[in-house]
């Protein structure tokens, strides 16, 4: 990722939540967070002036002056203490107030327009979007506040410092034969130039840490995605016997988790015996450089005190880079990350479908010219022409592969890859049930009713559609909270999505294989119930089966290659 590329996209993943309807309470926080900074700086030059007179009192002795100097240290440290407490708690308040924002805004946008699926069908590449948004963005804004924040108390400590530290180095006279060469404010040029040698050698020692941290990321999410897909799928899994295939998957993706583990270690190794070096040799540096004039007699203690103290601050803020340099590493990599997941979703979302859809006068689903392709550009579907009245019965039939679910998808515009016209009246409510239902947690009855809520007054009796679906046993457990989805078998769950039909009422209904898991005997008892309590619903039903052909008085057959035909009973 270029430089500024990165900067572009630090900049338009902040930029929204300071102009959203909160920027004025963030803007303010942040302005008091910033003069709390500034506040603890101004200690800390008064701590400066204190180092002079303490010590000097210490080396003549004045023993009146020592205990109003302690008073005063107490007071500096004091004040110090409450600016730096409720700069960091109000810092973690901006902090909570700002990932609530965003999570809530990365939330909509992975929401919308089923940009969730359509992820997973058209980028294939997008790995761990529930990482990136319930952790990356909140290492983001933790690292984005600690960074600037802790670059602007620097920069203010420069500043500050940088002044105090020049006039109490004096001028450094060297002697160049019969000349003298003078360098005034020489403590300053020597803390630039260790600084700046220090930040270059920090960034050759670390930078590999960038990379890394972005794979470990990378590498956790997928170890732990591995395993809820086997929580997830432990039916299956148990009844292939697949428990050493998962293993050796297991085995693989954690060996992944190690072994760049081991690199970031070694790297991270490498980089603190440089950082802890650098540091110690901070500490020796000033008072080598200023030993001479204090045996010399030109400087007192109090001043040498105070021209280390100075050196150190100015060399903190110079070598804030240094000492960031591992928080930078993983900051590029949770930008890498959440930037390409916003570029992905913005991709997707962006994707233009070319099927028109219209509004529908004559009270029917008409299909005209309707083309269903693949990415590539390869049809399954060419110049379909077809009406669904209400009260229809419409199978699509074909091998697969053919384009059966995919002309589901498109109806449903989940895909964007195609042409054509669509239309049916606006005042339709359509639903379309896949093969396999979603049952969400919580309550049965909050399952069965789902996606729409709980009435507070009922007026279907649910009780006597799961009885006559066979569900009886379900009956006095509607309102026990369970994982449904792992305790009721595909079967069970399929006729649960039948009644969903009956509750939400739509006047027309797709059905993805949703009765592949039934016998003959409750397939033909759920289609009976739609015909009997929704006479004018139209269904579209997709299904090999012929048990269920005689459930449908339309056939569209997918023959391939783009190629169709209808049939039709009479």
Not at 203 to 208: F, L, Q, S, W, Y
Not at 311 to 317: L, M, P, S, Y
Request: negative net charge; proline residues 3%; charged residues 20%.
């Amino acid at each position: 990722m270029q430089k500024r590329d990165m900067a572009k996209n630090v900049w338009s993943m902040m930029r929204s939540y300071w102009k959203s309807e909160e920027k004025w309470w963030a803007r303010g926080m942040l302005a008091v967070i910033i003069l709390l900074s500034l506040g603890q700086v101004y200690m800390l030059v008064l701590l400066n002036e204190w180092y002079n007179e303490f010590y000097n009192v210490l080396q003549n002795y004045e023993y009146p002056s020592f205990w109003p100097l302690i008073g005063e240290f107490t007071a500096i440290a004091f004040i110090y203490i409450i600016m730096a407490v409720y700069a960091i708690y109000l810092r973690q308040m901006l902090q909570i107030k700002w990932r609530t924002w965003m999570t809530r805004h990365y939330l909509r946008s992975w929401m919308a327009k089923q940009v969730y699926y359509k992820l997973q069908v058209l980028k294939t590449d997008m790995d761990n979007p529930d990482q990136r948004i319930s952790e990356d963005i909140d290492a983001f804004i933790n690292l984005t506040l600690t960074l600037f924040l802790g670059f602007l108390k620097q920069l203010t400590t420069l500043l500050a410092f940088v002044f105090v530290l020049w006039n109490l180095s004096g001028i450094l006279e060297i002697p160049f034969g019969e000349t003298v060469l003078s360098v005034p404010g020489y403590m300053v040029f020597l803390c630039l130039i260790y600084s700046t040698l220090g930040t270059w050698l920090a960034h050759k020692v670390g930078r590999k840490l960038i990379s890394l941290n972005y794979d470990q990321q990378r590498y956790e999410a997928d170890f732990r995605f591995n395993m809820v897909r086997v929580r997830e799928n432990s039916e299956s899994i148990a009844f292939y016997r697949g428990e050493t295939p998962e293993n050796e998957g297991f085995e693989d993706r954690f060996k992944r988790v190690i072994t760049n583990f081991w690199g970031l270690m070694k790297r991270t190794k490498l980089l603190n015996f440089y950082i802890n070096g650098y540091g110690q040799l901070a500490i020796i540096f000033p008072i080598l450089m200023a030993a001479p004039k204090y045996f010399a007699g030109e400087m007192q203690l109090g001043g040498l005190m105070q021209t280390i103290s100075a050196f150190g601050r100015v060399q903190d803020a110079l070598s804030y880079f240094v000492d960031s340099y591992d928080s930078i590493a993983k900051y590029v990599a949770v930008i890498r990350r959440l930037s390409g997941f916003t570029q992905h979703m913005e991709e997707v979302d962006a994707l233009e479908s070319k099927f028109v859809r219209a509004n529908n006068t004559e009270n029917k689903l008409a299909l005209e010219n309707m083309d269903v392709d693949l990415p590539e550009g390869d049809k399954l579907i060419e110049k379909l022409q077809l009406e669904v009245q209400p009260g229809e019965y419409l199978l699509i039939s074909g091998k697969s592969g053919a384009g059966k679910s995919t002309l589901l998808r498109a109806l449903a515009e989940l895909w964007p890859y195609g042409s054509g016209k669509i239309s049916l009246p606006d005042e339709w409510r359509v639903m379309f049930l896949p093969q396999r239902p979603y049952l969400p947690l919580g309550t049965l009855r909050q399952s069965i009713y789902y996606p729409q809520s709980v009435p507070e007054e009922e007026t279907v009796d649910i009780g006597s559609l799961l009885t006559e679906l066979g569900l009886a046993a379900l009956v006095e457990k509607l309102d026990t909270v369970d994982d449904w989805s792992r305790i009721l078998s595909l079967g069970e769950q399929q006729r649960i999505a039948f009644i969903r039909i009956l509750l939400f009422k739509p006047q027309l209904v797709f059905l993805d294989e949703s009765t592949s898991a039934m016998d003959e005997e409750l397939e033909a008892k759920s289609y009976d119930l739609l015909k009997e309590n929704l006479p004018e619903m139209a269904v579209v039903s997709v299904g090999h089966r012929s048990s269920i052909v005689e459930r449908h008085n339309v056939i569209l057959r997918l023959i391939g290659n783009g190629a169709w035909m209808i049939e039709r009973k009479n």
